[in-house]
């Protein structure tokens, strides 16, 4: 009889670890191009305009961000302010391409601007079946159940004896 | 008598080590039991990859977050369109040749940076950070083919549906908005040009439709074509 419980006990650590590596295993998906992807580069993208130091006509260019393995982002910002302030900003997350630029006139120099955002994602198609997780569903609901009901048996047959 | 008595109670140690027995079997029991209803649950109530994105409040955000910037797309003024129909968010999908009439959840961007799903296989997503359905521009929903044990989701029947055939598109407010099924194809899921076709459409207001279809990729867990069921606005 110890041995039978302890086999019980066996099978049910090796059920409990069949359900847990299907479960673990539920969620995964291929990944493009947006947030969230977490197979791409990290953001490596400067956003803030620079500082314009001679007061004279110059270009602020800032690059963009790279995020995921879908499209390439490649901000390109910056045009040239008339003695000024130029602002530009760019690339947000996961997007195709970003642009902004705000060319400043006036007459200080010497003042600096933060980029805006500007990016356009698109999301990849989703992932809406998960018919082919069935099998392991199954097996694992018909040894589980199996177990347990053996188990309701052998303790009612315990409890009457 | 002492010998009955000793049958039912042979012995102190025996009755511990019949306590001992009992208490593992009832525990080994307990475990099975809850593990069988915990893959039961699991395998038909939640779907994979649901929404993470953040909520409606944080819409209009972008700098920084993780809301794509086509974040809250409406139309510009004069693109609406001469039917005046309500901006209203969708609140239930119909078609009536599938006998579907499902609750429609809104969804946004799920961990794998694809359009999230409805968080059950009965209900109907609609990508929220898209276009409204009835406005110019595509309106995209999904639903699931199938659950974790490969019983009917929401869409399951959905490659049967015909050209010509309605969509109805209830909003929160109870307005009908009415398509018609003018194509029906499948892509594969790695096709990255028909992301932006569907996310991006142009060319009337569509209301596009995405179930899975294909054989089973068990690597990455997911079929290996979509069905993309595209309607227009009737007029």
């Known amino acids: ?161 | 008598m002492p010998e009955t008595a000793s049958f039912c109670y042979p012995s102190t140690n025996m009755t511990r080590a019949y306590d001992t027995k009992t208490i593992g079997a009832a525990f080994a029991t307990l475990l099975m039991a809850t593990l069988f209803v915990v893959t039961l649950i699991h395998a038909t109530a939640f779907a994979p990859d649901p929404d993470e994105s953040m909520d409606d409040a944080s819409i209009g955000t972008t700098s920084g977050s993780s809301i794509p910037a086509m974040a809250s797309k409406q139309p510009a003024p004069e693109q609406i369109p001469a039917s005046n129909l309500p901006i209203e968010k969708p609140s239930r999908l119909s078609i009536p040749s599938l006998n579907i009439d499902a609750n429609v959840q809104h969804v946004g961007i799920g961990k794998s940076g694809n359009m999230a799903v409805p968080n059950n296989f009965t209900d109907v997503g609609w990508y929220r950070y898209g276009t409204i359905p009835g406005q110019p521009g595509s309106a995209v929903m999904d639903g699931h083919v199938d659950n974790g044990l490969a019983l009917a989701g929401v869409f399951k029947y959905l490659r049967t549906i015909k050209k010509g055939s309605e969509i109805y598109v209830i909003t929160e407010k109870g307005s009908r908005i009415r398509f018609l099924v003018t194509d029906i194809a499948a892509y594969d899921y790695t096709d990255k040009s028909v992301d932006k076709k569907v996310f991006s459409g142009s060319g009337g207001s569509l209301l596009y439709l995405i179930t899975c279809t294909g054989d089973w990729v068990p690597g990455n867990k997911t079929y290996d074509h979509r069905l993309i069921v595209t309607a227009q606005l009737a007029q």
């Open chain 1, 1 to 161: 009889m110890k041995n039978k419980t302890i086999s019980m006990l066996m099978a049910a650590l090796l059920i409990i670890t069949l359900g847990a590596a299907q479960a673990h295993a539920q969620t995964s998906n291929s990944g493009s191009g947006t947030t969230g992807n977490t197979s791409g580069t990290s953001n490596t993208g400067t956003g803030d305009a620079t500082t314009n130091t001679s007061g004279t006509d110059y270009t602020t260019n800032s690059t963009g961000s790279t995020t995921g393995t879908g499209s390439m982002n490649t901000g390109s910002s910056g045009t040239t302010g008339t003695g000024s302030t130029s602002i530009g900003g760019t690339s947000g997350t996961g997007g195709t391409s970003g642009t902004s630029s705000t060319s400043g006139t006036g007459s200080t120099g010497g003042t600096s601007g933060s980029g805006t955002t500007n990016s356009t994602a698109t999301p990849g198609l989703p992932n809406t079946g998960a018919g082919g997780t069935a099998a392991m569903n199954i097996a694992t609901l018909l040894a589980t159940g199996i177990l347990a009901g053996a188990g309701a048996m052998y303790i009612r047959r315990r409890s009457i004896a």
